[in-house]
């Protein structure tokens, strides 16, 4: 059924010494694949797959998957911006939709790329030093900052969220919260951004920050769990925090918050690396390493976020998850209730995209970049 397409530049450049293109760098074309039947979706027409690229390797890179055609087409980004010469950059490390723009956030080259979504054309980009993930309210983004340099420092300065405006592009407002902070939430005019401290190992940071959207203020700091990372937001309000742990005695966990209280209410007993939300279910993969066994120890959770409780069972229940050497991305079609699990492989090159049904069998994989870990779903026509 698959077939490759080696699909036309959609910007021919110049070879004319006032071209604005990219002179005498080849541009790379994209590559497509068909990957499943062509379908009607009602909402949701397709989803981006960031890729991340390994650390200094310059690989960052965006592909699409079209829910109408069937068609997975990888790399997209160069052919329709030939005039970035050094494309995305190094390390994707959060991809989102929000209104008519799709937002890359490039963590080692410092910045967010922004791009119509109908296309992933360049419209603009916002520098911000050591970026990690992009939350929205409003007119504004707000960017997760580890407002420093890439490395290991036991005295590595907190770090910050930064506000920029949608439409014009423009930082509007920063402020100071916990040491190298990670993935937030947004609820009733308060953000929630989970702490990690992981350049300043062994001594983690262990809060979530509650920041004030009206004043751009800290207005609470929450003790929760060593090493935080992810966040989720549940329909009954709740907030999911995973902890990292320390990979050698203290495990991973996810904990639940509660914002009326300001409170740790409980925690789920499970190791989390990754986490997706939707409707009252929360899907968990954990890929817990130890430096104590030398191994890695994966499983796949299901959490029912209504009735508190763990199901008995992996949301893979085809066995096929054994092929899955390192599950790195999660997402699901809230319209189809397909899940998405990505496979970073060796983590240096290509991994894999699978396709699972809402009952947890596999229904088809694909190559994708190097490290595919971030999706995000679009309800606009891609062209």
Not at 2 to 20: N, T, W, Y
Not at 143 to 166: H, L
Not at 231 to 257: N, Q
Request: hydrophobic residues 35%; glycine residues 8%.
């Amino acid at each position: 059924m698959k077939r490759i397409i080696q699909k036309p530049l959609l910007v021919v450049c110049l070879l004319f010494s006032f071209s604005a293109c990219r002179e005498d760098l080849p541009v790379l074309r994209s590559e497509s694949e068909v990957v499943t039947r062509p379908g009607s979706p009602h909402e949701i027409k397709g989803m981006f797959v960031l890729n991340e690229g390994n650390m200094g390797s310059n690989k960052c890179s965006i592909d699409f998957l079209d829910f109408r055609s069937g068609f997975y087409t990888r790399n997209i980004y160069p052919e329709r911006n030939p005039e970035v010469v050094k494309e995305l950059g190094d390390v994707g490390n959060d991809l989102q939709v929000y209104g008519n723009r799709l937002y890359a956030v490039v963590n080692c080259s410092h910045y967010v790329e922004v791009m119509d979504v109908r296309t992933a054309q360049h419209i603009g980009s916002v520098n911000i030093t050591n970026c990690r993930y992009i939350a929205f309210s409003g007119d504004k983004a707000y960017v997760s900052s580890y407002a420093g340099p890439v490395q290991i420092d036991p005295d590595a300065r907190p770090g910050k969220i930064v506000e920029f405006d949608v439409n014009t592009l423009e930082i509007t407002r920063e402020v100071v919260v916990g040491y190298q902070p990670e993935e937030m939430v947004i609820r009733d005019g308060l953000l929630y951004v989970a702490n990690s401290g992981g350049y300043r190992f062994p001594d983690y940071d262990r809060t979530v920050s509650v920041v004030d959207l009206g004043t751009f203020e800290v207005v609470n700091t929450i003790d929760v769990a060593i090493n935080l990372h992810r966040m989720e937001l549940a329909p009954d309000g709740l907030i999911y925090v995973s902890s990292r742990g320390d990979y050698y005695g203290t495990g991973s966990d996810v904990f639940v918050v509660n914002p009326e209280t300001q409170k740790v209410v409980g925690h789920l007993g499970v190791a989390a690396s990754e986490m997706c939300m939707d409707g009252d279910y929360l899907y968990l993969i954990s890929v817990e390493w130890s430096y104590v066994s030398g191994k890695n120890e994966v499983r796949y959770t299901l959490y029912d976020t209504r009735k508190k409780e763990i199901l008995p069972h992996s949301f893979i229940t085809d066995g096929t998850e054994k092929e899955i050497k390192i599950p790195y991305g999660l997402g699901v079609n809230s319209e189809t209730k397909e899940i998405f699990v990505s496979d970073a492989t060796d983590y240096v090159t290509p991994g894999y995209l699978y396709c699972f049904s809402a009952e947890g069998r596999m229904q088809w994989k694909v190559r994708a970049g190097d490290i595919p870990a971030h999706f995000a779903f679009t309800s606009v026509d891609f062209y």
